[in-house]
């Protein structure tokens, strides 16, 4: 029996809104095209053999705005927070910086910020589950405040557009940094965000602002954020790099 033809896969780009779109073609014995984006944002294309790259080409640009939707919904995943450790030392973020762990005693439970370590302190030593829960909960607790100077500094840039000044939640997502209802104009933001910088917050709170005007991911969604903060590349590259 002969084996399927499959030809060796080649690395192409293209320009699609004036940036490059990467991806790696293989032809292989079928009759259709197929598209698949994985989890790490890289696009895969098998096409028929016989068709041309020019022609592959040409059928990528037409599902260039799907691609990005699908690689604009893998790169909002945060980091999954399991991974983390609790033990004294172990190091944590806040608003970009990190801090490490120390314990100490108190009657009550508390978190506090001293110099470069988060002080937890409580009546008795903590397991990692406890010392998890406690995070979090300070985490959420220092959300609402930092999201409302967030609004403060994003939402003047949406003047123009004489618009209903959204509400916000914190809410804990799995796989999202935010999530927005424009009928509502509410917008939910992880309380993960507090661990980046500022800078990255405001970037994940005005591309959900923009959802207030422009519901999904298409080119003019892109043209609007690009033109109300043109270097958000660099703020979400900076946002999904942030430590687990």
């Known amino acids: 029996m002969p084996r399927p033809f499959s030809a060796a896969p080649r690395r192409e780009t293209l320009l699609y809104r ?29 096409a028929p053999a016989g068709t041309s790259p020019e ?5 990528v640009l037409k599902k260039a705005d799907w691609i990005l939707k699908h690689q604009e919904a893998f790169a909002s995943r945060p980091a999954p927070v399991p991974s983390r450790r609790y033990e004294a030392g172990s190091s944590h ?5 990190p801090y490490a762990l120390r314990f100490a005693e108190a009657a009550k439970p508390r978190i506090t910020l001293q110099a470069d370590e988060l ?22 607790r220092q959300a609402g405040p930092l999201f409302a ?34 009928r509502t104009a509410r917008i939910r933001l992880s ?19 923009c959802h207030l005007l422009v519901g999904d991911h298409s080119k003019a969604f892109y043209d609007l954020q690009t033109r109300l903060l043109p270097d958000w590349e660099h703020w979400k590259a900076e946002l999904n790099a942030l430590p687990k």
């Open 93 to 97: 973020f806040y608003q970009g910086r």
């Open 191 to 209: 309380p993960e965000l507090v661990r980046a910088r500022p800078e990255c917050l405001d970037y994940v709170l005005l591309h959900e602002c």
């Open 55 to 59: 022609w592959v080409a040409q059928q």
């Open 119 to 140: 002080l937890i302190a409580a009546p008795a030593p903590l397991t990692a589950a406890q010392t998890e829960a406690l995070l979090h909960a300070w985490y959420a």
């Open 18 to 46: 004036n940036h490059p779109l990467h991806y790696t073609l293989v032809f292989r014995s079928r009759r259709t095209i197929g598209f698949a984006v994985r989890p790490d944002g890289s696009v895969h294309i098998s």
């Open 149 to 182: 100077e967030s609004l403060a500094r994003v939402w003047p840039r949406f003047a123009e557009f004489n618009l209903t000044r959204p509400t916000l939640a914190v809410r804990q997502m799995r796989t999202r940094w935010g999530s927005c209802t424009p």
